[in-house]
C-alpha cells in the first residue's frame, strides 16, 4: 500500500515536472534562437 502511494505521488510530480521542463526548455530554444537571428 505504501509503496503504492509513493509510487502515485511520485507520478503526480514526475508528469507535471516533465511538461513544465518541456515548456521551459522550448521557450529557452526559442529565445536563444530570437537573439541569434536579432543579432
Known sequence: MIIMAVEMISS???????????????????TVISLIGGS
Open 12 to 30: 503526480g510530480i514526475a508528469f507535471p515536472a516533465f511538461a513544465v521542463v518541456l515548456v521551459v526548455g522550448t521557450l529557452l530554444a526559442y
